[in-house]
């Protein structure tokens, strides 16, 4: 007897959450943890991996409300999915840059923080190596979440060329000032 939970199968798999999705709350320990940082990028850069495959089932999902509903709006089916899609996009970036900037700073500040220590240990050789070590591997992980805005953009671009072959006519609505400059900024 299948059950009333049955996980999605094919292409529905990889569009919709997961039916058991979490709430990820972002502390500066998921910062300084690199592995977690990245997982959390990658599973929302699974919407831009996806794409082409989103816009197909977006379109179809459009077709077949518009047959049910047989509403008297007749926009062009293509035109809704490409907007529900584009408006996907938008919020996923926004919440991937917020996360990118928490950890910046976050590892900025603690960098900042052990430097100022090292000044305050003139007299201890020792615990100077092992501040000096911290600061080395902060410094890395500094470069790390600040290399994932290069990632970033080029994801962004890469997305933004998938949609745009699918999507030829599609605008951001210029009420919406910040989707236009993300638009933009994808287009250089």
């Known amino acids: 007897m299948p059950s009333k939970h049955s996980p999605p199968l094919g292409s529905q798999a990889f569009q919709d959450p997961s039916l058991h999705s979490q709430t990820v709350h972002v502390s500066p320990s998921t910062c300084q943890d690199l592995s977690l940082f990245k997982d959390i990028l990658r599973e929302y850069r699974?919407?831009?991996?996806?794409?082409?495959m989103r816009l197909n089932r977006a379109n179809?999902?459009?077709?077949?409300?518009?047959?049910?509903?047989?509403?008297?709006?007749r926009e062009n089916v293509q035109n809704q999915a490409c907007a529900y899609l584009w408006r996907e996009l938008v919020a996923n970036w926004k919440r991937r840059t917020q996360l990118v900037q928490y950890c910046s700073a976050v590892v900025d500040q603690s960098l900042k923080e052990k430097r100022e220590?090292?000044?305050?240990?003139?007299?201890?050789?020792a615990q100077q190596r092992k501040t000096?070590?911290?600061?080395?591997?902060?410094?890395?992980k500094r470069n790390q979440v600040h290399n994932e805005l290069t990632v970033e953009s080029i994801v962004r671009k890469r997305a933004v060329e998938a949609f745009r072959s699918r999507c030829q006519y599609f605008v951001p609505?210029?009420?919406?000032?910040e989707a236009r400059r993300l638009w933009d900024a994808a287009q250089k």
Not at 46 to 51: C, G, K, N, S, Y
Not at 60 to 73: L, P
Not at 132 to 140: G, L, N, P, S, T
Not at 173 to 177: P, V
């Open 117 to 125: 220590a090292l000044q305050e240990q003139s007299n201890d050789h």
């Open 60 to 73: 179809a999902t459009m077709r077949d409300q518009q047959r049910e509903h047989d509403s008297g709006s």
């Open 173 to 177: 609505q210029s009420a919406d000032e």
């Open 132 to 140: 000096q070590a911290a600061i080395f591997a902060d410094e890395v």
């Open 46 to 52: 699974r919407l831009d991996d996806t794409i082409t």
